[in-house]
């Protein structure tokens, strides 16, 4: 298949697939015209990249997976190198959500807090919200 039918079956533009060629994620094949040529491997590729991109995976993190599919590994993340790529995101994520916790208890007490000082005083004078 040439470059616009890959584009179109693995939902993405030309110029992304020319920035995996680039980045060597993806075959630079030609025919003898010069066209770019694919086949439903490059498309698993592709599909593969786009997955984990939309888990939040940087591309180059994806680079692991793309080898292991192309080293015949009918799934990406049936090698050790995409496990620990797994690993390693599973911890970031879990430090973010440790860090998105706290935030949240601390925005929750702010709110606790502003709402008995709310209660204990007189109506504020806002111009936010059409109070005056």
């Known amino acids: 298949m040439r470059i616009g039918e890959l584009a179109q079956r693995a939902g993405t533009t030309t110029r992304t697939l020319r920035y995996y060629e680039t980045r060597g994620l993806l075959p ?3 025919a003898g015209n010069g066209y770019r040529t694919y086949d439903e491997g490059d498309l698993r590729l592709v599909q ?3 997955t984990l991109q939309d888990f939040g995976f940087e591309l180059e993190e994806t680079r692991p997976f793309v080898e292991c599919l192309r080293s015949g590994h ?3 993340d049936s090698c050790p190198a995409s496990l620990a790529v797994y ?14 916790q706290s935030v949240r208890a601390q925005v929750g007490a702010q709110l606790a807090k502003a709402e008995a000082d709310f209660a204990q005083g007189p109506e504020p004078r806002c111009a936010f919200g059409g109070h005056t």
């Open 74 to 76: 009918p799934a990406g």
């Open 48 to 50: 593969q990249i786009r």
């Open 87 to 100: 690993r390693a995101k599973l911890g970031e994520l879990d430090a973010l959500i440790g860090q998105l």
């Open 28 to 30: 630079a094949r030609r």
